[in-house]
Structures are given as C-alpha cells and as structure tokens.
C-alpha cells in the first residue's frame, strides 16, 4: 500500500522559512521521481516543483529562487525548503508519486499522479 505523508506546515511571516517533508512507503523510492503542488482556496491546485529519480529538479516560476526540493532516498523522504515566503504562498501543500508509466520524471501536470499525500497548511502572514 502507497502512502505519502507530508509534515512540516505551519503558520509564519513574511520572509520567513519553512521546511516541508513527505515520507513515502509502499514503492521503491529511489526509483520515482516526486512532485510538490499546493492548492490555495478558490484555485486549481498548481505544481511548485518537482525532482527526477536521478536528482534533477524543476520549479515553477513563482517559487524559483525561493524553494528548494531535495530527496533522502535513505529515509524515503522528500523534502520542500521555502524561503521569503510571501502570502501568496498560502495554501495547501501536497507531495505525490507520478504515476508507473512516467515515474522517473517529474511532471507539472497533476494528472500524471497517482498518489497523494493528505496535504500540509502553510499560511504566511503579511
């Protein structure tokens, strides 16, 4: 059974950091890429970055600069680090494994995903 379980959100201020982590089970870690969406209330949830099974990362423009996803294969861990967040990164931030067919690259489209963590509230003050 796949599961994917984020932590790590919370309440901060403007310019401040935090550090989101997903621990997986269930497949082979080191062999999937991972992907990061989050998903503000009254939007589409929207891809924020992505790491290929070789360590390859993608972001979008919004966050680039800012976060920095990584991965611990050791720990089957993925993990998201924001910094000088904004209020516009408010919202719910969930981890995912692509699906089987495309699982050694990430994707920024959420279709491609088969399985989701229950997501992580991240709320930056102005």
């Known amino acids: 059974q796949v599961q994917l379980v984020e932590s790590g959100g919370g309440l901060v201020q403007a310019g401040g950091s935090l550090r989101l982590s997903c621990a997986a089970s269930?497949?082979?870690?080191?062999?999937?890429?991972m992907g990061w969406f989050r998903q503000a209330p009254g939007k589409e949830r929207e891809f924020v970055a992505g790491i290929n099974w070789s360590g390859t990362t993608g972001y979008s423009d919004s966050v680039k600069g800012r976060f920095t996803i990584s991965r611990d294969n050791a720990k089957n861990t993925a993990y998201l680090q924001m910094n000088s967040l904004k209020p516009e990164d408010t919202a719910v931030y969930y981890c995912a494994f692509p699906s089987n067919s495309g699982r050694l690259y990430y994707s920024t489209n959420s279709r491609e995903y088969d399985y989701w963590g229950q997501g992580t509230q991240v709320t930056v003050s102005s």
């Open positions: 269930g497949r082979t870690f080191s062999s999937y890429a």
